[in-house]
């Protein structure tokens, strides 16, 4: 990628709390117009990230420029660039619908002869037109999200830094969210958003994984899959804990991840491990509703690269 043309550019960018890095030499390149998702466990540093892209955190070391400004000297002028949306994002209950975008256009300095414009026009883009006097404190958890982008995206930022905006919303909201999200994209508009949701990640155009302040793995989530060999095979059973304990040594079986009662076992080749899964559950009378292969998605890959890369480390700590 040019640097010229990056409207993310950061170069070993590190912040420390007390004796904790949250964010461990981050090296991220965003072109404009991407859809970029951060993800990875609680405490990976995703919204410390977030924060510091935003220019809302000091830099313990590293560089970044966002938007064509440096994150030391230019915070400020980020800030009026760059749309922020917190995970409890401070909408004032007390205010209407229509008010709340009204003082975050005031908070944003849009000019008072173009705030009625975007404000209806986003009104209708998140659908909230027909709420309009109401409470923001009365609105259901899926409109408050929308009423929160609509008011982040009111002085119309190149860059939207969303910390998780779906968490939380049921899955209806959790989708209408992302149309949303998908129509600003299309629309040239830059978004990095970090989700707990591998279906989320799906969406974007490249994903960065994040494990203990560092990134592991960023690229476009057909090759994210694609760097898990072998095939999937899913396991249905009540008595999935005896059967994987069963399973997991068997040869050409590379790792068993568990969700709820179903296996999902990666093998080095579905055509020549099934027929030897099924006699062997048979013969330790392990009874199930299903053994079929399943496409790799991008929880288990990212499962795969979490687990491999903590063995590589407990490998290095005993070498040591």
Same mark, same amino acid.
């Given at each position: 990628?040019?640097?010229?043309?990056?409207?993310?550019?950061?170069?070993?960018?590190?912040?420390?709390?007390?004796?904790?890095?949250?964010?461990?030499?981050?090296?991220?390149?965003?072109?404009?117009?991407?859809?970029?998702?951060?993800?990875?466990?609680?405490?990976?540093?995703?919204?410390?990230?977030?924060?510091?892209?935003?220019?809302?955190?000091?830099?313990?070391?590293?560089?970044?420029?966002?938007?064509?400004?440096?994150?030391?000297?230019?915070?400020?002028?980020?800030?009026?660039?760059?749309?922020?949306?917190?995970?409890?994002?401070?909408?004032?209950?007390?205010?209407?619908?229509?008010?709340?975008?009204?003082?975050?256009?005031?908070?944003?300095?849009?000019?008072?002869?173009?705030?009625?414009?975007?404000?209806?026009?986003?009104?209708?883009?998140?659908?909230?037109?027909?709420?309009?006097?109401?409470?923001? &404190?009365?609105?259901?958890?899926?409109?408050?999200?929308?009423? &929160?982008?609509?008011?982040?995206?009111?002085?119309?930022?190149?860059?939207?830094?969303?910390?998780?905006?779906?968490?939380?919303?049921?899955?209806?909201?959790?989708?209408?969210?992302?149309?949303?999200?998908?129509?600003?994209?299309?629309?040239?508009?830059?978004?990095?958003?970090?989700?707990?949701?591998?279906?989320? &990640?799906?969406?974007?155009?490249?994903?960065?994984?994040?494990?203990?302040?560092?990134?592991?793995?960023?690229?476009?989530?057909?090759?994210?899959?694609?760097?898990?060999?072998?095939?999937?095979?899913?396991?249905?059973?009540?008595?999935?804990?005896?059967?994987?304990? @069963?399973?997991?040594?068997?040869?050409?079986?590379?790792?068993?991840?568990?969700?709820?009662?179903?296996?999902? @076992?990666?093998?080095?080749?579905?055509?020549?491990?099934? &027929?030897?899964?099924?006699?062997?559950?048979?013969?330790?009378?392990?009874?199930?509703?299903?053994?079929?292969?399943?496409? @790799?998605?991008?929880?288990?890959?990212?499962?795969?690269?979490?687990?491999?890369?903590?063995?590589?480390?407990?490998?290095?700590?005993?070498?040591?």
């Amino acid at each position: 990628m040019s640097t010229s043309t990056l409207i993310i550019d950061t170069k070993e960018l590190s912040r420390d709390f007390k004796q904790t890095r949250a964010v461990d030499s981050l090296d991220l390149e965003v072109e404009p117009g991407e859809l970029f998702g951060l993800v990875g466990p609680d405490g990976a540093g995703k919204t410390t990230t977030l924060r510091l892209l935003a220019g809302l955190l000091y830099i313990t070391e590293g560089s970044a420029t966002v938007t064509g400004f440096d994150l030391k000297t230019e915070s400020e002028s980020i800030k009026a660039r760059v749309g922020y949306m917190a995970q409890e994002f401070n909408l004032y209950g007390e205010l209407t619908v229509a008010e709340n975008l009204q003082f975050f256009s005031e908070l944003y300095d849009v000019e008072p002869t173009v705030i009625h414009e975007r404000t209806e026009r986003l009104l209708e883009f998140a659908g909230l037109k027909e709420f309009t006097s109401r409470r923001a &404190a009365h609105l259901s958890g899926g409109m408050k999200k929308k009423l &929160a982008l609509a008011c982040t995206l009111i002085h119309e930022p190149p860059l939207l830094l969303l910390d998780e905006p779906t968490t939380g919303v049921d899955p209806i909201s959790r989708r209408e969210f992302w149309d949303i999200l998908t129509e600003l994209y299309l629309g040239g508009t830059t978004i990095v958003v970090s989700t707990p949701y591998m279906d989320e &990640a799906d969406r974007c155009s490249r994903v960065g994984l994040m494990y203990e302040g560092e990134m592991i793995v960023c690229d476009t989530p057909q090759n994210i899959r694609g760097q898990i060999k072998g095939d999937l095979i899913e396991l249905k059973s009540a008595d999935w804990r005896r059967a994987k304990g @069963i399973l997991q040594d068997m040869p050409g079986v590379i790792e068993i991840q568990t969700y709820g009662e179903a296996l999902h @076992i990666l093998v080095d080749s579905e055509e020549k491990r099934l &027929a030897s899964l099924e006699r062997t559950l048979a013969e330790n009378n392990v009874t199930y509703r299903g053994l079929r292969r399943a496409p @790799i998605r991008m929880e288990e890959a990212f499962l795969s690269l979490i687990t491999n890369l903590d063995i590589e480390q407990n490998e290095q700590e005993s070498e040591n």
